[in-house]
């Protein structure tokens, strides 16, 4: 019945969110639309997994509740998190380690979305 499933981050600056999570995650943009000009959507894909950007003016990410969490999951969180604020994300807390075996960092990108990176511990 299904068959895929895609995550898609509404923002009032594409280009700004796109240069984050590209120089971010070394994501690579795989469509855009339209293919000439500025576009309206972006999608990225990382490791076979997309992620899309659409531009949306009246989106206020940053303002609103968090009805979303982006996970991403790596090799070592700590590096991750290290990378991710130097692309311009914000610590919302250092990485730690977690009952459920898992090193965890919290941190917001440029438009405020929540992201928890992590790795397996042990």
Do not use: K
Request: some cysteine; glycine content about 10%; charged content about 15%.
């Amino acid at each position: 019945m299904f068959t895929g499933l895609s995550t898609i981050l509404s923002t009032p600056d594409l280009p700004r969110l796109v240069a984050f999570y590209t120089a971010a995650l070394d994501a690579e943009v795989s469509y855009r639309f339209p293919p000439e000009g500025d576009p309206g959507y972006v999608a990225l894909t990382l490791a076979g997994a997309s992620l899309g950007i659409a531009a949306d003016p009246t989106s206020a990410a940053a303002d609103g509740p968090q009805r979303h969490a982006l996970w991403l999951y790596c090799i070592d969180a700590d590096a991750a998190a290290a990378r991710l604020v130097a692309a311009g994300g914000t610590l919302v807390s250092p990485p730690t380690d977690m009952p459920w075996g898992e090193r965890v960092a919290d941190l917001h990108d440029p438009d405020g979305n929540l992201l928890h990176v992590a790795h397996q511990v042990g």
